[in-house]
């Protein structure tokens, strides 16, 4: 048996030995539940149990939990430690609070009890473990409870190093678990910022996190910070890592410290200030510079902690994203490493370089590593290695070299692995319609893809496909000749009969000529084809015949003799039968002037948002190529075209389901007849389904607000008395930087002195792909009735785009739950009786009449469900409180459905007069 | 942010588990089986960096245990790798020499130098010496508690 150091609990070491001695997974489980009964009896039958013992037990508890058994008793003998005086036992009793009671709520109060008495212990010992505790499963229980004593902790001089490091990630966790409810006293603000210059390198590397957090919350309050930050990273990065004794990691000085000082000035643009800007430069230069440098130990450690360094310091390099030389340098570092041995560095090179790709300044410096890339394609063994290639040759990729790289990931998705092949499909497919000059290659290429990787082809890529032929004049009879030719080929992939399908259908006419493919042979050889299809795909095909009829009368009795086939005729596809019976009617009974116009070709798509690029961001939000904007791609397709297949009705019906899904089905599409201008200057105006959406955030705190193709916007509020805190996220969806942002939320009208609306400004402009946060508070000054309205303003690829919409605060955000028992509900109630203190409304279920789901919607809504206090159980009875600034607006309300009728009665009574009445409209249409 | 840590050994055995945010243990112990058998599916020529779900997880094996580490998209990998053999060096320095076995019966000691070294998902003290200070200090006090004990025990005779 291994020592025990310092031979603790003999015991528990004995205990662990018998169970690792255990044959058979039987036996161990005898042996863990005969201890679990020992334990168990120890902890009932023995009010003597001492302090050591206890911690011996709850120890062993503990192991039989990590051993992955659940324990469900001695909770209360673990917290009885922590009231123990001996440090050993208040570890143990910590511990298993924090490894098994995390989420746990009883005891709580008991819990926060004695962590409160271990903070105000004399010892430092004993409050690092209450700090440790807090900081492994503080919540928001704990971020109230301790909102003072902890930052007291942290800017006090008193404050011995340790437990100054231990408050301030302990205070970074309760930040995390609960912003709100964790009040920072401004004051303390340069304290905190101050930290950073701490001599003690611990403190200061604690500290950073936290700093970083509160940063992304309020990068204004904290933007001190940045000059120190700078300054103190320079001290390191100029200094001899023998400066740095115990902190210096393998001849590299601080590497943590450097680390999360480079990750606190990504938040924040390069500096102003051009004495700051040109040291912090000088800091980069340095890293880079050190880069060049011989290795000063063999040791891996050694060379991952510098290059730990230098990926941060290439990464706010690419985040300021304005010194070419920098961005330059570190394209060029990056280039070596590709050639590395070590397959980290070549996996985090090209990783990094995809960032590069798309600056302006570094694009084209990336493009000079192409071949070694495409090496990498091919020779990496590690396919996650293989995957970053692919992505960095999808970033590199323009006009100059896509002709190459398309090839060459086409080369490679033959043998590619099976996971990896469908995103390089989506890639390929985007690529080549992108830089296409001669679409004659983009179909190439198209069918080439379809031939080699059918099955990893969805269908958005070959709607596109056929998308993009329906728009192009010039490719319609090449498309018609290669089609044809790809169908001759002995195994033909099911998606490649649907696009050959379709697209002999629409312009097999064009090739008729040619005699080897006559309207006859081409008709056979799609019908070859017909029987290994499934039954969309035959549809397709019908479909397709159908047009045939119309293109070459002379094969008509052909096609109808298909259509009254059996087989098809009275298929036990409802579809195909369908579609047989009514060609084949169609065919007979309309004469061919009717049927050609019926038949008429697919007129061009309108242009919008490439289908691929929304599903390729599905897949992987990350990536695009640069400088390619979404206005260049020609289009996916609309419903409601007179005479196209009827199939690709349904298909392009799809699409745009697909679409709206994307955009959580909460606003118009811009696709709409009536803002059919294609983001020209348009005021997106909401829909009456952005109203009912909106009323969805009266049972939510967050939500979206609003989405288009061009931005999303979520909201969060949180509620603290008459006060809202609001945070909006502005999400850039597309490829540009939209600039002159600007939001305004105001009241209009009475609202304008029942409300006051104070938003912090946000920032003029949202990066691509980025979000922008806004935060800000709403006070609620008296009852009301309206909503506040919110317009947004920003230039997209220089047209401004327009936003109005209504902001969504309602009066039941100020509502705090009131609990109460049956007397003093009905006492209350009967208190409000005068007729404007009530109102009453009978009203028919929109929603099915499930109990669970009107109790959660009532709890949503903020009041309390009272349990009890109705004597039919089916009621429901609750209280709330609404806050405003001046007074507190008693509300009671009750809510009784009559499932025979189909219908419920709601009564809601206020203290005040109208409030009734308001909160009834509210709720009316709701269940 | 550290989301969390896990040891393992070669047979997918759990010895450690270390969580820095808060989840359930029905979801703990699916998000352990799941990349047990991920990390230890990985042959050894390949990059110790593993995308899984919408965390990155840095791994690396140490003798028969492997340490692996789930951090969020915008943290640093290599340093992730060096956090972890900065722990290793912690243990070993602490047990002389660590072994599985260490860590299997002083699971607790180990859990106290994850507290000394990282807190909150978030480094605390990278000084070798000082985590070792704070847990040699915390066995000095195990030490007296024990003496008081034993003291107290013979005073009754029964040592």
Known sequence: MPTMRGDAMRGLAVFISDIRNCKSREAELRRINKELTNIRQRFRADKTLDGYQKKKYVCKLLFIFLLGHDIDFGYMEAVNLLSSNKYTEKQIGYLFISVIMNSSTEMKQLIIQNIRNDLQSRNPIFINLALQCVANIGDREMAVAFTNDIPRLLISGDTIDAVKQSAALCLLRLHRTSPDSLQLNTEWTARIIHLLNDQHLGVATAAVSLIDALVKRNPDEYKGCVNLAVSRLSRIVTSSYTDFQDYTYYFVPAPWLCVKLLRLLQNYPPPDDPSIRSRLNECLDTILNKAQEPLKSKKVQHSNARNAVLFEAINLIIHMDCESSLLVRACNQLGQFLQNRETNLRYLALESMCLLAASEFSHEAVKKHQDTVINALKSERDVSVRQRAVDLLYAMCDRSNAQDLVQEMLTYLETADYTIREEMVLKIAILSEKYAVDYKWYLDVMLKLIRIAGDFVSEEVWYRVIQVVVNRTDVQSYAAKIAFEALQAPACHENMVKVAGYILGEYGNLIALDPRSTPIIQFDLLHSKYHLCSPTTRCLILSTYMKFVNLFPEIKHHIQDILRHDSNHRSSDVEIQQRATEYLKLSEVCNPTVLATILEIMPPYPEKQSPLLVRLKQKKPLTEPEGVTESQSPPPPTTGHNGDGPKLTETALHLNQQHQQQQNGLLLSLDTPESNGYYEESTSKPSSSTLQSAKKFLFKNSDILFENDLIQIGIKGETIKSTIHIELYYGNKTTLQLTNFSTNIFALGELESELRINMEPVKSTIDPRAQSKQTGTIDCLADFRDLPMMNISFLYNNMLQKIDCPFPIYINKFIEKAEMDSNNFFLRWRNLEKPSQECQKIFPAKFPMIHEDCRQKLDDFGWSCLMGIDVNAENFCGAGIIHTTSQAIGCLYRLEPNKQANMYRLTIRASKDGVANRLVELLDDQF | ?159
Request: net charge negative.
């Open chain 2, 1 to 159: 942010m550290l989301q969390f840590i896990l040891l393992f050994s070669r047979q997918g055995k759990l010895r450690l588990q270390k969580w820095y945010t808060t989840q359930t243990d029905k979801s703990k112990k699916k998000i352990t089986r799941e990349l047990i058998a991920a990390v230890l599916s990985r042959k050894p020529k390949m990059s110790s960096f593993l995308e899984w779900k919408d965390l990155k997880v840095v791994y690396k094996r140490y003798a028969s245990l492997y340490f692996c580490c789930a951090v969020e998209q915008d943290d640093n990998e290599l340093l992730t790798l060096e956090t972890i053999h900065r722990y290793v060096e912690l243990l070993d320095k602490y047990f002389g020499s660590v072994c599985e076995l260490d860590i299997i019966f002083n699971f607790e000691k180990a859990y106290f130098i994850f507290d000394e070294f990282i807190l909150g998902g978030e480094i605390q003290e990278t000084s070798k010496k000082s985590v070792l200070k704070a847990i040699n200090d915390q066995d000095v006090i195990q030490e007296e508690e024990l003496e008081e004990k034993r003291s107290v025990l013979e005073d009754l005779g029964l040592a």
